[in-house]
């Protein structure tokens, strides 16, 4: 066991370094914008489904890995391999992980910078008594202006990484402990607020009321791979901060707890964004702009518009924030499992995140006509192939790693709950998660 790695000082501080990873765009963005490209409540009930047979099974396979290896992703899977007498090959999953997450903090710091930049227009009310169409020729232009974006990406990804290089207990945990609940607080209020207007009633029928005609293999492979996505699981990166799990904690619960608020979280921003979207009479099946459209839209119509949207960007932007820095987490760890030292790893990352960036912020303007792969741009591809595939792909072999190569005991003692509990587990995903990843990913991708 490796004694100089750090520790989550307590178990509270671990279960919302979990949901801080968890929770972010995937339930205030994507999940809303996808639902509304994708039938609603149909696209909710199945990526509900697939967080419970999928999601969570395969979300303690990874947090076990990291806890039984307690090194980086890499080297827990190669030692673990090697402890059953299998294959080192396992480790090169840890970079697949690296990869993936890579891939996605490209994009997720561009998108998160755009949030940056509405909350500082909110705050300065720009968009008091703007019409329909001013905003969104507003959106428009922001697009087209890769100087601003690029802007805000350098600040998103410069105020991920400066909590990176400080470590775990030092950067992560504070940062953790400090915005959760602050996180909760204004989600419920925004909630609240959605409730005292016309569109209430309609948001929710829309949320709920599945019409399952509307099912398609695509649907079906969307809602996995955003179960993996919005869970943070098939990167490595949980894995990362199950190797800073302390000991005497069942994992079960813990990964129960993070799966609830994942899901309460993304129900709350639906309710809120799709009762705006009602109330002004807008179409759900907007984009990736839905909510960066709609919304000012909306707010600036309503009462106290300016303040309630500036709090929205806020929240989204801490939320993103606390989500950001898992995902460089296990770059950041496989770095420092060949030897470096915190502060450069998190360097050599930061620049390489930082120029991929680039091209999904030029994505909007300049490489707009460039589409490296089925007609789609490099932001489309970047947002797409890594979330439908790359995760699936990543949680299929951990599971298999976890339920069929690792050693039994190892698993038995990192789960934590028990021979009964970790039998339960290991029977849910060798018959039911494996298969069904291995099925939907086929049936979807043909
Ligand atoms: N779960 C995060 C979200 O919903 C995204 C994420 C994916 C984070 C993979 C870490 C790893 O926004
Ligand atoms: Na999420």
Known sequence: MNETLERWTTRRAFILAVTGAAVGLGNIWRFPYIAGENGGAVFLLLYVTFVLLL???????????????????????????ALAGGSRHWRWLGLFGAFTVFCILSFYSVVSGWSIEFLVASVNGNFVGASPAEIGAGFEAFLADPGRMTLNHTFFLFMTM??????????????????????????????????TTDGFGQALAWLFMPDVAAVTPLVVLHAMGH?????????????????????????????????????????????????????????????????????????????????????????????????????????????????????????????????VGLLSVFSFSTLAEWRPLAGMNFFDLVTTVPTEIFL?????????????????????????????????????????SIPLTLVVLVAGLW
């Not at 999601?55 to 391999?81: C, D, K, N, T, Y």
């Not at 402990?177 to 607020?193: D, F, K």
């Not at 608020?261 to 099946?285: C, K, R």
């Not at 303040?307 to 420092?336: D, G, H």
């Open 392 to 432: 699936p792909v990543g949680g299929l072999a951990i599971a298999i790693f976890a339920a069929w190569v690792m050693p039994a005991q190892s698993a038995l003692r990192a789960l934590d709950a028990g021979p009964a509990g970790f039998r339960a587990w290991r029977v849910l995903v060798r018959w039911v």
């Open 227 to 355: 179960a993996f996505f919005t869970l943070a699981v098939g990167a490595c990166a949980l894995m990362a901060y199950g190797a800073y799990m302390p000991d005497h904690q069942s994992l079960p619960r813990a990964a129960g707890a993070v799966a609830l608020l994942d899901i309460g979280v993304a129900l709350l921003a639906g309710i809120a964004i799709f009762s705006v979207v009602f109330a002004q009479g807008m179409d759900p099946g907007e984009g990736p702009g839905l909510m960066f459209v709609t919304l000012p839209i909306a707010f600036a119509e309503l009462p106290w518009g300016a303040l309630w949207l500036s709090v929205f960007f806020l929240l989204l932007l801490l939320a993103t924030w606390t989500s950001s820095i898992n995902l460089a987490e296990p770059m950041v760890a496989t770095l420092q499992g060949i030897g470096l030292k915190r502060g450069p790893a998190t360097a050599v990352i930061a620049v390489a995140v930082w120029l």
């Open 162 to 195: 400066s909590v990176v290089a400080a470590g775990v207990a030092k950067g992560l945990e504070k940062l953790n402990n400090l915005l959760m609940p602050l996180l909760y607080l204004l989600l419920l209020m925004l909630a609240g607020y959605a409730a």
């Open 55 to 81: 999601g969570l099974p395969v979300m303690m396979a990874e947090i076990m890995i990291g806890r039984a290896g307690r090194r980086s992703p890499m080297q827990s899977l190669g030692h673990l391999a």
